[in-house]
């Protein structure tokens, strides 16, 4: 018997009253459970195996899925529902960690803060665009790919004035150097911004001013690492 806990992250009709769940897991990464019997009105398993459902589970291991025992219902994120902005952004996040996220392979501090700002879009009603800019940030850095946000990657000189931020090169040049990395102009109160906001916590990111032109820069640079930029959910946003 394997426990974890797990966030569901898609869920597809199988059989007449089974669903397949795609989850994120905390110990064992991206994840595939067969929940049987979940869409009768009085499965135990009901409401672990919702989207959004965060949950604590016991579980079997068959062939390359688990199938789900019991589960415990930790967290439903249930007012996500009621805001359409709170639902459109979750869903957002779902989809990202859902192509990020690897089978095996497995980092607790992103699940952490997966369930954290599915939290804060639940109980908020602002800052949406800038909670979800503080994630992908994280989440980049998480990956590996922490942007290089102290020093100019071509003389090394510690950066304290506006500067070229290059995506490609993972950080920033300063004037002297800025004819080697052909970036995008950030002013220092900017690059102090990305800084504040991968040492702060999602709940303290509310007093961080971040501004258009910085979300759409981190956006940009998540987005080519991991090497994906079309998510449907971003075009709903958009609408
Ligand atoms: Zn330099």
């Known amino acids: 018997m394997i426990v974890d806990e797990i966030l569901v992250l898609k869920e597809i009709k199988y059989k007449e009253n089974d669903k397949i769940l795609h989850a994120l897991s905390k110990t064992r990464g991206k994840i595939q459970l067969l929940s049987k019997g ?11 195996s919702q989207l959004f459902a965060y949950s604590k589970c016991s579980m079997v291991k068959s062939k390359d899925m688990y ?18 902005d709170a639902f459109f952004y ?15 392979e497995c980092d607790y501090r992103i699940f952490d803060m997966t369930v954290a700002v599915l939290s804060w879009f639940s109980v908020t009603t602002k800052d949406f665009e800038k909670l979800t800019a503080a994630y992908e940030l994280k989440l980049i850095s998480m990956l590996g790919y922490k942007p290089n946000l102290k020093r ?27 004819n080697y990395g052909r970036g995008i102009n950030v002013s220092y109160g900017e690059i102090l911004t990305m800084e504040r906001i991968l040492k ?40």
């Open 38 to 48: 979940c869409k009768k009105n009085n499965s135990h398993l009901i409401n672990a």
């Open 67 to 84: 199938i789900i025992t019991s589960a415990e219902l930790i967290d439903s994120f249930y007012n996500l529902k009621n805001n359409i």
């Open 90 to 104: 979750g869903n957002y996040i779902l989809e990202l960690i859902n192509y990020v996220a690897q089978e095996n």
């Open 152 to 178: 100019c990657l071509s003389c090394g000189k510690e950066i304290k004035s506006d500067s070229e931020f290059s995506i490609k090169e993972g950080g920033l040049f300063c004037h002297k150097c800025v």
């Open 200 to 239: 702060s916590k999602l709940e303290n990111i509310g007093s961080v001013e971040v501004n258009t032109k910085l979300l759409q820069l981190i956006r940009n640079f998540l987005f080519y690492y991991i090497g994906k930029n079309d998510f449907t959910t971003l075009k709903l946003l958009k609408i």
